[in-house]
T-cell receptor, first 116, second 113 residues
Framework: NAGVMQNPRHLVRRRGQEARLRCSPMKGHSHVYWYRQLPEEGLKFMVY????????ESGMPKERFSAEFPKEGPSILRIQQVVRGDSAAYFC??????????????FGEGSWLTVV | DAKTTQPTSMDCAEGRAANLPCNHS???????VYWYRQIHSQGPQYIIH???NNETNEMASLIITEDRKSSTLILPHATLRDTAVYYCIVRVGGETSGSRLTFGEGTQLTVNP
C-alpha cells in the first residue's frame, strides 16, 4: 500500500520563480489537503480539495498561491513569484470520501521549499 | 472544531508508559478525538482516534472520559523513537466541508534513556 506521495522532496527556487509541488493521494482517497509548516512553527491548514473542486481554501494566501486536484493526475500546489518567506515544508494529506466513521487523514513526508 | 489544551512538554523514561493528557471541554457530540505525532522533519503520523469509547491499536491506547471533555493517549512502552510532538485534535465527523485537522501547539514528548 503506497502512502501519500509528494514530490519533489526538496526544491530550491530563486526569488521570483515558480514552485510546483505535487501530491498523489493514497489509493482510494479522493480528498486532498495541503498544509504549510514554517521553520520552527506549527502546521497551518491551507486548502482542502476534492477531485476537480476546491472545498475550503480559507488558509490559502490570497495572492501567488493556487491549488488544483484534476480528475486525472496528482494534486498540485503552485506558488508563483516565490519570496523568501515562502521557504517552508509543505505537507499534503489525503482521506477517503466517507466521513461517517471519523475517517482518517494520512500525511505525506512533505516537500521542503527553499527560496534563495 | 473544538479547541484542545495540552501540556507543552513531557518527559518519560524509556520502557515506561507515556500518558499524554488532552482537554477538550467544548467538544460537540459529533466530534472525534484524533491523535497525531510529528517526529522532527517528518510528516505527521496518525496514531489513533475515537468518538466516545476507549480505543486501542498496535501503537497506542486512547482513553476518553465519560463526559468526553478530556482524553489520554497512552504509549504502553515508550522507546527513544517515540520522541516527537504529539497533537490532540478534535474534528467533526459526518459529511461536512471543513473536515480538516486543525493543529495546535501539541506536547513535546521526550523519551529519555
Amino acid at each position: 500500500n503506497a502512502g501519500v506521495m509528494q514530490n519533489p522532496r526538496h526544491l530550491v527556487r530563486r526569488r521570483g520563480q515558480e514552485a510546483r509541488l505535487r501530491c498523489s493521494p493514497m489509493k482510494g482517497h479522493s480528498h486532498v489537503y495541503w498544509y504549510r509548516q514554517l521553520p520552527e512553527e506549527g502546521l497551518k491548514f491551507m486548502v482542502y480539495l476534492q477531485k476537480e473542486n476546491i472545498i475550503d481554501e480559507s488558509g490559502m494566501p490570497k495572492e501567488r498561491f493556487s491549488a488544483e486536484f484534476p480528475k486525472e493526475g496528482p494534486s498540485i500546489l503552485r506558488i508563483q513569484q516565490v519570496v523568501r518567506g515562502d521557504s517552508a515544508a509543505y505537507f499534503c494529506a489525503s482521506s477517503p470520501p466517507n466521513y461517517s466513521s471519523g475517517n482518517t487523514i494520512y500525511f505525506g513526508e512533505g516537500s521542503w521549499l527553499t527560496v534563495v | 472544531d473544538a479547541k484542545t489544551t495540552q501540556p507543552t512538554s513531557m518527559d518519560c523514561a524509556e520502557g515506561r508508559a507515556a500518558n499524554l493528557p488532552c482537554n477538550h471541554s467544548t467538544i460537540s457530540g459529533n466530534e472525534y478525538v484524533y491523535w497525531y505525532r510529528q517526529i522532527h522533519s517528518q510528516g505527521p503520523q496518525y496514531i489513533i482516534h475515537g468518538l466516545k469509547n476507549n480505543e486501542t491499536n498496535e501503537m497506542a491506547s486512547l482513553i476518553i472520559t465519560e463526559d468526553r471533555k478530556s482524553s489520554t493517549l497512552i504509549l504502553p512502552h515508550a522507546t527513544l523513537r517515540d520522541t516527537a510532538v504529539y497533537y490532540c485534535i478534535v474534528r467533526v465527523g459526518g459529511e461536512t466541508s471543513g473536515s480538516r485537522l486543525t493543529f495546535g501547539e501539541g506536547t513535546q514528548l521526550t523519551v529519555n534513556p
